[in-house]
């Protein structure tokens, strides 16, 4: 019988998130007040590391160009939707939304092997990547599919 303890016990075997308080985990780097105890995301070595590499930059910046991209396609996907007009400008954004998505998915592993080196050779962090990977191309293979009607 699947219970509250048996599904808590399987969603921690799965879970690879260096990240407690986004999964909703006690422990040592929870964010917020616990016990009248403020507790930090990055330990302050991993916040140098984190500080000193040239890819928090890169992900600062293509986050919100991600966001824009999404948003102007979004509009010209309900447009196609709605008028049945410009089908290849709402195809060439969906293209060109997963190409901006791989691109933020493989630089967001590298900067995650800079800050965490240790828990991405442990694999904690590998197949995170991969599964972010492996959602990116059926993304884009709907994609392609819609681009070729298949």
Not at 41 to 54: F, K, S
Not at 78 to 86: D, I, K, M, S, V
Request: charged content about 15%; aromatic content about 10%; some cysteine.
């Amino acid at each position: 019988m699947l219970t509250a303890d048996r599904f808590t016990s399987i969603f921690k075997a799965l879970d690879a998130s260096p990240w407690n308080a986004a999964t909703g985990r006690a422990g040592k780097r929870q964010i917020g007040v616990r016990r009248g105890v403020a507790t930090q995301l990055y330990t302050p070595d991993e916040r140098r590391r984190r500080d000193a590499t040239p890819w928090t930059l890169v992900q600062g910046i293509l986050a919100p160009v991600q966001f824009l991209v999404f948003l102007v396609s979004l509009g010209l996907v309900l447009n196609y939707l709605a008028t049945g007009e410009g089908y290849v400008a709402a195809t060439a954004s969906i293209i060109a939304k997963t190409c901006i998505l791989y691109l933020i998915m493989v630089t967001g592993c590298i900067w995650e092997k800079v800050v965490w080196p240790l828990a991405f050779c442990a694999g904690l962090l590998l197949g995170r990547c991969l599964q972010h990977v492996g959602a990116g191309t059926a993304h884009g293979l709907s994609g392609g599919a819609a681009a070729w009607h298949w």
